[in-house]
């Protein structure tokens, strides 16, 4: 990309999507265009349409999505599947039609098999089921990524498809009845030292193993990406520490002061026991994370203090 090359970030507003649009513009990048929720529905394929015969971009960052924590997937798997496959399929259409020079897809690592083995290959995809609580995301994910390569295929369209592990960090989405583990816990914890609660409760036993990449970080990883790299098969990013759901919870519960107990609620799902990534390919380009687990922590407990009025509260 140069410097004033057009680039398109599908979900500039999202937890992903605005730190890329930190990170290209404290990088110069100066003609990054949007396509606003109030006037472009991305399930919309006219609305698509109208978007790319206007803006025609050159460079696009796919990272918009239905996402959400792993109770509200598995209460809504008809809109996580719906959504998806119809964003993923009218943006990376149009961006072959229209004449994109290349187009980044972000995918999740969920699209893993549940019990693969750890740590995770990129060829372990499709070798075994998928984890029953969040399928229907799995499923549009990894239907994304093969219309990337297919499209490089049979039209020798650019794409780069990118894995990435567990994602928090500034302008995550904090809505208890939606979000992931770590904005939920930070909400948790610290609406229940405001008001004084004995005990918090969190879902599963907490032994499950997860690897929380910073979005700031994943964004470096992708302009890296789109600048460099030029394989339509699929490469995973993550931070290179695996910790437990037990384990985060406390660290959650001691940056934000909260001294109460926390309570395991063994009847709600686990989900995945362990994901953790082999990021040899991305290891091998030269790339790594930056921000520790702790100090990502901190900044995004910050902003949170600093924004929640946006959010439901506990």
């Known amino acids: ?33 949007s396509a606003p929720r109030k ?21 696009v960052f796919l990272a918009a999505a239905k996402v959400g924590g792993i109770g509200y997937n598995k209460n809504h798997p008809a809109e996580f599947i719906n959504d998806n496959l119809r964003i993923q399929t009218n943006i990376i259409d149009a961006s072959y039609r229209y004449g994109c020079k290349k187009l980044l897809f972000l995918g999740s690592a969920c699209i893993y098999p549940k019990l693969a083995s750890i740590p995770i290959k990129e060829e372990y995809l499709m070798t075994g089921p998928l984890e029953e609580t969040n399928i229907s995301y799995s499923l549009a994910k990894i239907s994304g990524y093969m219309m990337c390569k297919k499209y490089t295929e049979q039209y020798g369209m650019s794409t780069v498809s990118v894995m990435p592990n567990n994602l928090y960090g500034i302008n995550d989405n904090f809505n208890i009845e939606k979000c992931h583990v770590i904005p939920s816990f930070i909400n948790k914890f610290i609406s229940a030292k405001e008001n004084n609660l004995e005990e918090v409760v969190c879902f599963g036993d907490g032994s499950p193993t997860r690897e929380f990449l910073f979005s700031d970080d994943l964004a470096d990883a992708l302009i890296f990406l789109m600048n460099t790299y030029d394989d339509p098969n699929i490469i995973n990013i993550g931070p290179h520490r695996e910790v437990s759901i037990k384990e985060l919870s406390e660290l959650v519960s001691k940056l934000v002061g909260y001294t109460g107990k926390i309570v395991w609620d063994t009847s709600k799902p686990n989900g995945t026991p362990r994901r953790a990534l082999d990021t040899s390919k991305m290891d091998a380009l030269g790339w790594k994370s930056k921000t520790s687990l702790e100090d990502g922590l901190k900044i995004t407990i910050d902003w949170f203090m600093e924004n929640r009025s946006n959010y439901e509260r506990v």
């Open 1 to 33: 990309m140069n410097k004033d090359s057009k680039i398109f970030i599908a979900g500039d507003r999202g937890l992903v999507g605005s730190a890329l649009v930190r990170a290209l513009k404290s990088r110069n990048y100066h003609n990054i265009v």
């Open 39 to 59: 006037y472009f529905d991305l399930r919309d394929q006219n609305d698509v349409e109208k978007f790319f015969k206007t803006n025609r971009p050159e460079y």
